[in-house]
């Protein structure tokens, strides 16, 4: 069973990525469980579109060296 710490990780992955499908099965569990977990990720979502309706979105674009500190963060949280 996943933890909030673990839940809240994956649930911020699953926003940009394809979980796999037991990490996907857990987090909906926990989801099903834990009130506070199902709130953030609700506003996770509406974050993100929110975000995706603003005017500066469509001229955001990260510069390289953001994307790779980016990319060496992800890899190096990953979670187990």
Do not use: G, V
């Not at 926003?15 to 987090?27: C, G, I, T, V, Y």
């Not at 953030?40 to 974050?47: A, D, E, P, R, V």
């Amino acid at each position: 069973m996943l933890n909030c710490k673990q839940a809240s990780q994956l649930a911020s992955r699953a926003m940009d990525e394809r979980l796999p499908f037991w990490k996907n099965a857990s987090l909906k569990l926990h989801l099903l469980l834990c009130r506070s977990c199902s709130k953030f990720t609700q506003q996770l979502i509406f974050l993100r579109k929110a975000s995706r309706n603003s005017k500066d979105f469509q001229n955001f674009q990260l510069s390289d060296k953001a994307k790779q500190r980016i990319s060496k963060t992800l890899n190096d949280k990953q979670i187990p």
